[in-house]
C-alpha cells in the first residue's frame, strides 16, 4: 500500500475528480450540480437514465444515482456497471434505499433522499477521500455497504 498522500496534494487530485449526476428528477439534478460546483468540482454530465448514463460514464470518477430512473428501477444495475466497467465510486441517493439490498454490489453506499446540500457535500467528500486515499468523517446519513473495501 503506498502513503498517504499529502493533504496538499489531495486536496489538488480532489478537485480533478468529475461526479456524473444520475437523476431524472431535472431540479433535483440542478440543484445537485450547483452544490458539487460550489464544492470547485465538475459535473461530467446529468442522465435520467441507463444507456445515457453509460455514455457519459467515461467522463466521471464519482456517481451519485438515483434508484428509479426514467427507463424504470435501472438504478441498482447502472451503479454496479459503473463501478464494475468504469472505476466510478457511487452513492445511491434515493427515497427507498431497501430496494439497494442485495443489488448494489461495488457501491459505496446509499442516502435515503431528501439529501441537504450539506449532506451532499459530505457524501462527496467521504467517496473522494475512500477514492484517493484520504481521511474524511463519514457522515451518518451514508449507510456504506458491507461489501466493498474502501
Not at 464494475?84 to 434505499?97: D, L
Not at 439497494?100 to 449532506?119: E, M, S, T
Amino acid at each position: 500500500m503506498s502513503a498517504p498522500m499529502s493533504r496538499r496534494r489531495l486536496e489538488s487530485t480532489a478537485k480533478d475528480q468529475r461526479v456524473l449526476i444520475v437523476e431524472d428528477e431535472f431540479i433535483i439534478a440542478l440543484d445537485m450540480a450547483d452544490t458539487i460546483e460550489d464544492m470547485g468540482l465538475t459535473v461530467s454530465g446529468i442522465a435520467g437514465g441507463r444507456d445515457h448514463a453509460l455514455k457519459l460514464a467515461h467522463h466521471a470518477d464519482i456517481a451519485l444515482v438515483d434508484v428509479n430512473l426514467s427507463d424504470g428501477a435501472t438504478g441498482p444495475r447502472i451503479g454496479r456497471e459503473l463501478a464494475a466497467r468504469f472505476g466510478i465510486t457511487v452513492i445511491f441517493m434515493t427515497a427507498n434505499p431497501e430496494q439497494l439490498i442485495g443489488k448494489a454490489q461495488g457501491a459505496l453506499g446509499v442516502v435515503a433522499k431528501p439529501v441537504l446540500p450539506r449532506v451532499l457535500e459530505q457524501c462527496i467528500d467521504y467517496a473522494l477521500a475512500s477514492r484517493l486515499g484520504g481521511i474524511a468523517v463519514m457522515p451518518r446519513e451514508l449507510q456504506l455497504f458491507p461489501d466493498t473495501h474502501h
